[in-house]
Nanobody, 130 residues
């Protein structure tokens, strides 16, 4: 059974940090790229960050560059999203998704299609307060 389990969300003050985890199982982890997506209330879902498990190449949404870092622990089939200097506008439900190959992850985040992913996990709420 394929599973993608996101965790690590919570309530944090602006300027603070959180680390999200995405634990994957049930598929050939190293043949996929994993992406983080977020959806804020009343807004469309957007891609935030992705990583190719094969070669560790990454891509990030412009608004999170320099603040968010995506990484992976291949021994545990887990992808992390370290979020620093959080802003009010980062408040959203964050979820992870997987798609075979890495070509999509080389594209700008605005071109990632959440519904083109192969597997999806449930989200974790991130709330940034002032």
């Amino acid at each position: 059974e394929v599973q993608l389990q996101a965790s690590g969300g919570g309530l944090v003050q602006a300027g603070g940090s959180l680390r999200l985890s995405c634990a994957a199982s049930g598929f050939a982890f190293d043949e996929y790229a994993i992406g983080w997506f977020r959806q804020a209330p009343g807004k469309e879902r957007e891609g935030v960050s992705c990583i190719s498990i094969w070669d560790d190449s990454t891509s990030n949404l412009d608004s999170v560059k320099g603040r968010f870092t995506i990484s992976t622990d291949n021994t545990k089939n887990t992808v992390f999203l370290q979020m620093n200097t959080l802003k009010l506008e980062d408040t959203a439900v964050y979820s992870c998704a997987a798609r075979y190959g890495s070509a999509w992850c080389l594209l700008p985040a605005a071109e990632w299609d959440y519904y083109d992913m192969d597997y999806w996990g449930k989200g974790t709420q991130v709330t940034v307060s002032s």
